[in-house]
């Protein structure tokens, strides 16, 4: 079906995912545990790339930055301390990509229940208001309500599309709709007014959320300040100062006190992280 003219109409998304054959070497590693879990974070980063090839490009950038440090330096401890690093930022970046898309997403709710709302009032069907959000909605709602549509064009049922749509990104307030829209179709009840009520909460809790974010933001600035700062201060005085970190680095005495204070840096991260973390 993707593959025939009058699919024009259908995301691309999903015409990838329908088309899409893994070369052997993909299907081979697509068989470890781990890969599924990269797929679905990609997805939720709302990255167009497997996971393999994510996979290869970070193990290519940490190779390659491990050469240059050991053919600069010649010192192990420093070259993999830098191919950490790169490794550790991938997944950090990938992470906030994640954030960023379901910040983005929650912004958006409120409108997409509005619309929802409004084409229910026009005595449209409740397909046909998803397909509208498809059509006028911004990224990343646009995307996800366009796939859900074609979905149950494809004989998937609504339960089961909006299931997959809340799987496709970390959202509460989507989980709200799901389960909104589940009840209604089970007990009944003028759906239009439980959507704008729906957009109201959701509203209201945005603007919670956001005074949460300032009234935390010294906390949130200084532990991820005190993370950074020891590694950065690390890796700069290797390659400015050679040798002076070599009774940390060379001597098993200073090795046992470098994990100690990796370990205690690690910790006041998370400790820092859990303390404001206010989940709303």
Same mark, same amino acid.
């Given at each position: 079906?993707?593959? &025939? ?15 899409? #054959?893994? *070369? ?16 679905? =974070? ?5 990255? *167009? ?17 491990? /050469?240059?440090?050991?053919?600069? !330096?010649?010192?192990?401890v420093l070259a993999?301390?830098?191919?950490? %690093? ?16 379901? &910040? ?24 046909? %208001? /998803? ?6 909605m911004p990224e990343?709602? *646009? ?18 599309? @909006? ?6 990104? #970390?959202?509460?307030?989507? !989980? ?16 239009? #007014?439980?959507?704008?009520? =729906? %957009? #109201? ?19 949130? +600035? ?6 950074? +700062? ?39 991260? @998370? ?10």
């Amino acid at each position: 079906m993707a593959r &025939e003219s009058g699919s024009s109409g259908m995301p691309e998304t999903l015409k990838e995912e329908l088309l899409k #054959e893994s *070369k052997p070497f993909e299907a081979i590693l697509g068989w470890l545990p781990f890969t599924g879990r990269m797929e679905r =974070l990609l997805d939720r980063a709302g990255l *167009k790339i497997t996971a393999i090839r994510f996979l290869l490009i970070v193990c290519a950038l940490t190779l390659t930055c491990f /050469m240059l440090i050991f053919m600069l !330096r010649r010192d192990y401890v420093l070259a993999s301390a830098v191919a950490a %690093a790169v490794v550790l930022s991938a997944f950090i970046f990938l992470n906030y990509l994640k954030s960023k898309r379901i &910040e983005k997403f929650t912004e958006q709710l409120p409108d997409t229940l509005a619309i929802m709302s409004r084409s229910l009032r026009a005595s449209h069907t409740l397909t046909s %208001a /998803m397909e509208l959000v498809g059509q006028e909605m911004p990224e990343p709602t *646009k995307e996800l309500f366009r796939t859900a549509f074609e979905q149950q064009r494809l004989g998937l049922g609504l339960a089961e599309s @909006l299931t997959n749509m809340s799987e496709r990104i #970390e959202s509460l307030d989507l !989980r709200f709709l799901v389960i909104v829209i589940t009840l209604n179709r089970e007990i009944g009840g003028n759906l239009a #007014e439980t959507f704008d009520k =729906l %957009a #109201e909460t959701i509203r209201q809790r945005i603007k919670i959320r956001r005074q949460v974010r300032v009234y935390t933001a010294q906390g949130r +600035l200084s532990g991820y300040f005190l993370a950074i +700062l020891p590694i950065v201060m690390f890796i700069t005085l290797g390659l400015l100062m050679p040798g002076y970190e070599d009774p940390l680095t060379k001597q098993t005495k200073g090795q046992i006190i470098l994990a100690l204070a990796g370990a205690g840096q690690l910790l006041g991260f @998370l400790v820092i992280r859990k303390i404001i973390k206010i989940r709303i």
